[in-house]
């Protein structure tokens, strides 16, 4: 098990950026799948990104192509999420969660994952 912590977010205009932080929390030397995902009020959890294991690669919704970047630091056993130009629909609660059976690209259904991070919320004004 894979304790997750995670940092950033905040409140933000459109056209803005976050960087969104989740961290392994016991310093593991465990390299897994990195999924995020992201709810908003009334909505269900969505898919949003995933990083495989060494962070050469990843994928993205379409919704945020071209947006949002993900990266991985091991030094600091931690992945990021860049999110640029940012617009209200983004507005949402963002969860990091591991998938620590997984080296490549994490999966998009919620349930592929085994520990989650607390969320944090990400609101975009316009």
């Known amino acids: 098990q894979v304790q997750l912590l995670q940092s950033g977010g905040g409140l933000v205009q459109a056209g803005g950026s976050l960087r969104l932080s989740c961290s392994a929390s016991d310093r593991t030397t465990r390299r897994f799948a990195v999924g995020w995902f992201r709810q908003a009020p009334g909505k269900e959890r969505e898919f949003v990104a995933t990083?495989?294991?060494?962070?050469?690669?990843?994928y993205y919704v379409d919704s945020v192509k071209g947006r949002f970047t993900l990266s991985r630091d091991f030094s600091k056993h931690t992945v990021f999420l860049q999110m640029n130009d940012l617009k209200p629909e983004d507005t949402a609660v963002y969860y990091c969660?591991?998938?620590?059976?997984?080296?490549?690209?994490?999966?998009?259904?919620?349930?592929?994952?085994?520990?989650w991070g607390r969320g944090t919320q990400v609101t975009v004004s316009s």
């Open positions: 969660a591991a998938d620590v059976a997984n080296y490549g690209l994490g999966y998009s259904d919620p349930v592929d994952y085994d520990d």
């Open positions: 990083i495989n294991w060494n962070g050469d690669s990843t």
